[in-house]
């Protein structure tokens, strides 16, 4: 299993951010998918989930009407579109897995993950 994120980089206050997460070595299709971020010295918190058909999403509150999730089974990638982007979603920025169709809001523990893309929020 590999998971590969970018797109990350540093972008000032109100502007935007699509990340991308490319999978390799399972069936992508099979499984629902996660954004996790990790600020420094602070806890995993979960972001955002996706369940395997891309019909059901969910938002952490952080990020409702900001963020979207949006996945390609074809291409095996999992997006993550960020605007209106704010200091406090300064964070390492990665995608995780269990292998399970649907989406638990709030996990921050999964069995598969990514190292991860920095995203950087200043002006």
């Known amino acids: 299993v590999q998971l590969v994120e970018t797109g990350g980089g540093l972008v000032q206050p109100g502007g935007s951010l699509r990340l991308s997460c490319e999978a390799s070595?399972?069936?992508?299709?099979?499984?629902?998918m996660s954004w996790v971020r990790q600020a420094p010295g602070k806890g995993p918190e979960w972001v955002s989930g996706i369940n395997d058909g891309g019909s059901i999403t969910k938002y952490a509150d952080s990020v409702k009407g900001r963020f979207t999730v949006t996945r390609d089974n074809g291409k095996n990638t999992l997006y993550l579109l960020m605007s209106g982007l704010k200091p406090e979603d300064t964070a390492l920025y990665y995608c995780a897995f269990d292998r399970d169709r649907m989406v638990t809001a709030g996990q921050t523990m999964y069995d598969y993950r990514g190292r991860g893309t920095q995203v950087t929020v200043s002006s």
């Open positions: 070595g399972f069936t992508f299709g099979n499984y629902a």
